[in-house]
Antibody, heavy 115, light 108 residues
Framework: EVQLVESGGGLVQSGGSLRLSCAAS????????MNWVRQAPGKGLEWVSY????????YYADSVKGRFTIFRDNGKNSLFLQMNSLRAEDTAVYYC????????WGQGTLVTVSS | EIVMTQSPATLSVSPGERATLSCRAS??????LAWYQQKPGQAPRLLIN???TRATGIPARFSGSGSGTEFTLTISSLQSEDFAVYYC??????????FGQGTKVEIK
């Protein structure tokens, strides 16, 4: 069974940093691209970042470019999102999701940025 | 960036009735379109990809159709567990994989 478990969320002040993690199991992690998707309270879904299986291709939404960094450790079946210079508008539940059609999602981790 | 527009924003349906949800792309996305279901407090779940292929474990009452710019998700006979928010998403022009704003299916 595919499992994705996010962690690392919490309350941080504006301008601060957080690192999110996504632990993967139940599939060959190194064979799949991965994404981060977020959802602000009461709002819809927003794709944040994508990383290919080998880390050779990386994309970011314009709203986070230059502030967030996605990376992965295939040896540890883990995906990460380093978030710097956080803003109030980054407040959201952050999900990791597998592949370009997001066929599996984690349960999410809440990031709250206080101004 | 491709804009995905869903309609209606809210759909009121009685259990056992048919629900039809629409999704329109601002330009062609071929059949690279997915539908997701999200219940309160839960992560989204993939229902349909390739515009019409049900994901593993998804009941046959869910069906998707369309290509190019016009897409439809049909729930043939609504069950109590189907009341949720549904999102479409294109993955033809990547990045970004843009989502629609969602359609809430509520009990009439």
């Amino acid at each position: 069974e595919v499992q994705l478990v996010e962690s690392g969320g919490g309350l941080v002040q504006s301008g601060g940093s957080l690192r999110l993690s996504c632990a993967a199991s139940g599939f060959t992690f190194s064979s799949y691209s991965m994404n981060w998707v977020r959802q602000a309270p009461g709002k819809g879904l927003e794709w944040v970042s994508y990383i290919s299986s080998s880390s050779s291709t990386i994309y970011y939404a314009d709203s986070v470019k230059g502030r967030f960094t996605i990376f992965r450790d295939n040896g540890k079946n883990s995906l990460f999102l380093q978030m710097n210079s956080l803003r109030a508008e980054d407040t959201a539940v952050y999900y990791c999701a597998r592949d370009r059609d997001f066929d599996n999602w984690g349960q999410g981790t809440l990031v709250t940025v206080s101004s | 960036e491709i804009v995905m527009t869903q309609s209606p924003a809210t759909l009121s349906v009685s259990p056992g009735e048919r629900a039809t949800l629409s999704c329109r792309a601002s330009q062609s996305v071929s059949n690279n379109l997915a539908w997701y279901q999200q219940k309160p407090g839960q992560a989204p779940r993939l229902l349909i990809n390739g515009a019409s292929t049900r994901a593993t474990g998804i009941p046959a009452r869910f069906s998707g159709s369309g290509s190019g710019t016009e897409f439809t998700l049909t729930i043939s006979s609504l069950q109590s567990e189907d009341f949720a928010v549904y999102y479409c998403q294109q993955y033809n022009n990547w990045p970004p994989g843009t989502f629609g704003q969602g359609t809430k299916v509520e009990i009439k």
